[in-house]
């Protein structure tokens, strides 16, 4: 726990001198009490009620200046709490190499089956967006709370060629950011159509005048996740996406399936080794801030939707305090008034 306000904890070295204030204004009034006429007739007095029960009162007051004290310094503390994000984007690889039976059925089928698991267990209130990319990408389901229309998007889904990473993730962007109108079809196209689309420096350039980068992963209403099982092939290059993506404050977390090492391919007539660009994949979810997960079997697959629905679901972070310590504090004042009133028929 750490404290914005760290001064005010000096306030504490006032609770010692009450207490010996508390002390002394007792070892006072028992002076005075020795001046009754018969030590019995004290007794007596004091009879109703038990030693110790004088001293709760004072005893929880005390507690509640500490508490008022610890509120006033504003303290900090890493909490779970839920999140706030209102639209999650699925960008789904749906190349050649996604049916690859490595992981049984396929990769493919086995991505569906996880994906559709993991749009079930998300709050009813959380859009949820489709993007498909092999050559290229699209939105084949634009945001939205009906969950039957995302899981008829993710059934779809159908093989195509390439692998257009940086492409998934303009798409997710221009998704989330319309009013930003993010040339998309510019970017991963060309004039020239190119086979590698133009480079994203054009593209940044003409960003709106009064665009203004924020922290990477300051933006809490929407997050990308991005599942792939195979290189970048055509389209723009993925890390300048992601830088594009980390200006805007959005999270990509990230998903690799199969192997780093691969396994050929035959789709269309065409043979070719399918590889897992991990080292790629970990620098778009750090760059992000988002976070990186490789899945190596359907069951891999499984946990990883899983555990990202916990982390999309709550969120660990830094959290001021303040109002549990003023809410304590304000209980035990009113327990130290109650039993006093209760015991003593008086307050102070």
Do not use: C
Request: net charge positive; proline share 5%; hydrophobic share 45%.
């Amino acid at each position: 726990m750490n404290f914005l306000w760290p001064e005010a904890l000096w306030l504490l070295l006032l609770l010692p001198l009450l207490v010996a204030a508390y002390f002394w204004l007792l070892a006072r009034r028992k002076k005075f009490a020795l001046r009754f006429a018969s030590l019995g007739l004290v007794k007596e007095a004091m009879a109703g009620s038990s030693r110790w029960r004088r001293h709760v009162p004072p005893l929880l007051f005390l507690l509640a200046l500490a508490a008022m004290i610890l509120a006033t310094s504003r303290p900090m503390a890493t909490v779970t709490l839920p999140t706030q994000q209102e639209t999650i984007i699925l960008a789904m690889d749906v190349s050649g190499s996604m049916r690859a039976r490595d992981i049984e059925p396929n990769r493919l089928e086995a991505s569906q089956a996880a994906a559709r698991e993991f749009v079930k267990q998300l709050p009813p209130k959380t859009r949820i967006g489709v993007v498909a990319f092999a050559g290229t990408a699209s939105l084949v389901q634009p945001p939205t709370l009906s969950r039957e229309d995302v899981l008829a998007a993710i059934d779809r889904f159908h093989l195509q060629r390439g692998t257009a990473t940086g492409s998934a993730i303009l798409v997710s962007l221009d998704t989330l950011f319309p009013e930003q109108r993010i040339d998309v079809s510019g970017v991963i196209y060309g004039e020239d159509h190119k086979a590698r689309g133009r480079s994203l420096d054009d593209a940044r350039k003409g960003e709106p005048q009064d665009f203004k980068p924020v922290p990477p992963g300051s933006y809490s209403s929407a997050a990308i996740i991005l599942l792939t099982d195979g290189q970048r092939t055509t389209g723009p290059d993925p890390l300048k996406a992601a830088r594009m993506a980390a200006d805007r404050g959005v999270r990509v977390y990230t998903v690799g399936v199969g192997t780093p090492e691969g396994e050929t391919i035959q789709f269309e007539g065409w043979s070719f080794r399918a590889r897992l660009d991990e080292e790629t994949l970990k620098q778009i979810a750090g760059m992000t801030l988002g976070e990186y997960f490789r899945a190596g079997s359907a069951l891999d697959l499984k946990k990883v939707y899983e555990t990202l629905s916990s982390r999309l679901v709550f969120e660990k972070k830094q959290t001021e305090i303040s109002a549990l310590f003023a809410a304590a504090a304000a209980v035990l004042s009113l327990l130290a008034a109650g039993l006093s009133m209760l015991w003593f028929n008086r307050i102070a």
